[in-house]
């Protein structure tokens, strides 16, 4: 591309050089140029960090110069990264060139397409990225979901058949006392190429029904080496199997994705033999012989319980009709006590009834007496003043006839003729003298 | 419809049977009825764990599926 504006225009007098031309086609050109630079990678030290809505801004600096970048960003956010000062990055980009305006300032940038923490590698960055993905579709659940045996029958490995990863296992599961089957699954584990052949022996052992867990396994080495358990096609292969998978890939500085996925990570393959079978077999043995005595112990000791019980039921009642007599022995003696102490107090205090009742009539009857002999006073004056006795004491005689009916008058007296005059000391026959004449 | 029985699940109700026979809160009956249940389920537990005592087997993926799928090659 040439540069005909700038080319095209005759020197000016002064100085000699081209022009004049207008800014902003100089400035379009001038984009345009640093457009045609290389795309290159830089490495250096971020330094002022600053988001926009639409760009991320920040300078590369190192000891000898520093450049202006600018990421989009969307692109910036995808990585998910947290970029910082002082930070050490690789980024991936070319030149830029933002011409300005009459209202707006021109800038320069290298525009930053790729951006990675340096030193850490394209592999750690990838594989961070798609840890990110594979964690946000959910893909490091299903597995650790599924239940896992505690004494499985049948476990496939798939590991290298020459590694020592081989030798592991095999001692992980003797300390555990397992002599199980084991279906080997032998695939290459060294790099990338190897996953398509780990997935396809993951997919056939879980497609045999007695196989109860696989253990994934490697001796370890650099990231480059693991790479093979981090493909993704591997990973998700993993998380939708039907069994659940134990891994041993690696370590703990280098973990790979196939370790986030499986239902367990362990740290080396003679732990993922021990984890797929969580059982001791000799201790699970002799728990089970002490689970068996208890068991024993139990049964006989609440047969012969209830046996006493029942022999101790089978004599109660004797016992307990004898203890009723004598209970009853004993309320009838209580009962005969009570009723003689009551029937002593009944005397006493009828007794004491009996003292003031004839204290109370002895009163009564000596103040009656004087009443009624005060009365027989009264009574025999009144009748001795009206006694005949008396009245033929002073000289009066009662007259009557023969057969001694009293009579009342002189001519009773007559017409009786033989009369009896009874004075107060006896009677005289007396007899009616004729009268004489007047 | 009941859970498949597992070697965890057997142990796990041996346990619980033995935790509730020593509370001493069963009677008679109950306590028969689960020591006869805790004795079938011990014995399953071993029938378990004899499975796996027997001597490992050791057998490869590709010699099993090509047993799978020419059986009368793999009997021969």
Redesign the interface.
């Known amino acids: 591309m040439g540069h005909p504006v700038i080319a095209n225009r005759d020197p000016v007098a002064a100085g000699g050089l081209p022009g004049p031309f207008p800014v902003g086609s100089y400035a379009a050109q001038l984009k345009r140029r640093l457009q045609e630079f290389a795309r290159v990678q830089l490495e250096g030290e971020v330094w002022g960090v600053r988001l926009s809505r639409a760009r991320v801004y920040f300078e590369l600096r190192d000891a000898h110069g520093a450049l202006p970048c600018s990421m989009w960003r969307d692109e910036f956010d995808r990585l998910g990264l947290a970029l910082a000062d002082g930070m050490q990055v690789i980024v991936g980009g070319g030149c830029d060139y933002y011409p300005g305006s009459a209202a707006s300032s021109p800038s320069f940038s290298f525009a930053v397409s790729e951006l990675r923490i340096a030193g850490e590698g394209d592999l750690l960055v990838a594989l961070e990225r798609l840890r990110r993905r594979l964690g946000a579709e959910g893909l490091f659940e299903p597995q650790k979901a599924l239940p896992r045996a505690q004494l499985p029958r049948t476990i496939g490995v798939v590991t290298g058949e020459r590694g020592k990863a081989r030798d592991d296992i095999l001692a992980g599961l003797e300390r555990r006392g397992w002599g199980g089957r084991l279906i080997w699954a032998f695939a290459p584990v060294q790099d990338r190429h190897a996953a398509p052949r780990i997935a396809a022996a993951l997919r056939e052992l879980a497609a045999t029904p007695e196989v109860e867990v696989v253990i994934v396994a490697r001796g370890g080495g650099s990231l480059a080496d693991l790479y093979a358990f981090c493909d993704e096609a591997l990973c998700r292969t993993v998380a939708l199997l039907r069994v659940p998978v134990i891994s041993s890939v690696g370590h703990h500085t280098d973990r790979t994705l196939i370790d986030d996925v499986a239902a367990v990570c362990c740290s080396t393959p003679t732990h993922a033999a021990e984890a797929a079978v969580p059982v001791d077999c000799a201790a699970a043995r002799r728990a089970l012989a002490m689970s068996a005595a208890r068991l024993r112990d139990h049964g006989r000791r609440a047969i012969l319980h209830r046996a006493r019980t029942l022999a101790q039921l089978s004599r109660a009642p004797g016992r307990q009709v004898a203890r009723h007599r004598e209970r009853l022995h004993q309320l009838l003696r209580e009962l005969r006590a009570a009723a003689r102490r009551r029937g002593d107090e009944g005397t006493a205090r009828t007794a004491g009834h009996l003292r003031a009742l004839e204290r109370s009539a002895t009163r009564g009857v000596e103040a009656d007496r004087a009443r009624r002999a005060r009365e027989l006073d009264r009574l025999a004056l009144a009748l001795g003043a009206h006694d005949p006795q008396r009245t033929m004491a002073r000289g009066y005689a009662l007259v009557a006839d023969r057969a001694g009916t009293p009579l009342g008058s002189a001519a009773a007296a007559r017409a009786a003729g033989d009369l009896r005059l009874r004075f107060h000391d006896g009677e005289v026959p007396a007899t009616v003298a004729p009268e004489e004449p007047a | 419809m009941s859970e498949p029985r597992?070697?965890?699940s057997a142990?796990g109700r041996?346990?619980e049977?033995?935790r509730r026979?020593d509370s001493g809160d069963a009677g008679?009956r109950e306590?028969?009825d689960?020591?006869r249940e805790?004795?079938e389920l011990?014995e399953y537990?071993?029938s378990?764990?004899d499975?796996?005592?027997?001597?490992?087997?050791?057998?490869?993926?590709?010699e099993?599926?090509a047993r799978l799928e020419h059986p009368a090659e793999g009997r021969g």
């Open positions: 597992t070697y965890e142990v041996v346990e049977i033995i026979l008679l306590t028969l689960l020591v805790g004795r011990v537990c071993a378990e764990l499975a796996v005592s027997q001597g490992l087997e050791e057998l490869r993926l590709d099993l599926v």
